[in-house]
Nanobody, 126 residues
Framework: QVRLVESGGGLVQAGDSLRLSCAAS????????WGWFRQAPGNEREFVAA???????YYADSVKGRFTISRDNVKNTVYLQMNSLKPEDTAVYYC????????????????????WGQGTQVTVSS
C-alpha cells in the first residue's frame, strides 16, 4: 500500500522560502514520476511541478524560476523548494505518485497521478 506523507508547510511572509518534503513508502520510488499539486479554497487542484523517473523536471508557469522540485531515490523522498513566495501561493500542497511506472511523457493532470498524500498547508502573508 502506497503511503505519502508531506511535511514542511507553514505560515510565512511574502518573499520568504519554504521546503516541502514528501516521504514515500510501499512503492518502488525510483520507477515513478512524482508531482506536486496545490489547491486553494474554492479552486480546483492544480499542477505545480513534476520530476520524472529520469530526473527531468516540469513546472507550472506560475512557479517557474521560483520553485525547484527534486528527488532522493535513497531516502524515497521528493522535495519542493519554494523561494520568493507570494500570497497567491497560499494553498494546501499535495504530493502524488504517477499511475504508471517508467512513463515516457510526463503528465501534468490530476488524473495522471494515482496516489496522494494528505497535504500540507502553505500560507503566505503579504
Amino acid at each position: 500500500q502506497v503511503r505519502l506523507v508531506e511535511s514542511g508547510g507553514g505560515l510565512v511572509q511574502a518573499g520568504d522560502s519554504l521546503r516541502l518534503s514528501c516521504a514515500a513508502s510501499g512503492v518502488t520510488f525510483s520507477m515513478y514520476t512524482w508531482g506536486w499539486f496545490r489547491q486553494a479554497p474554492g479552486n480546483e487542484r492544480e499542477f505545480v511541478a513534476a520530476i520524472s523517473w529520469s530526473g527531468r523536471t516540469y513546472y507550472a508557469d506560475s512557479v517557474k524560476g521560483r520553485f525547484t522540485i527534486s528527488r532522493d531515490n535513497v531516502k524515497n523522498t521528493v522535495y519542493l523548494q519554494m523561494n520568493s513566495l507570494k500570497p497567491e501561493d497560499t494553498a494546501v500542497y499535495y504530493c502524488a505518485a504517477d499511475r504508471v511506472q517508467w512513463r515516457a511523457v510526463v503528465g501534468t493532470d490530476v488524473a495522471d497521478f494515482g496516489s496522494w498524500g494528505q497535504g500540507t498547508q502553505v500560507t503566505v502573508s503579504s
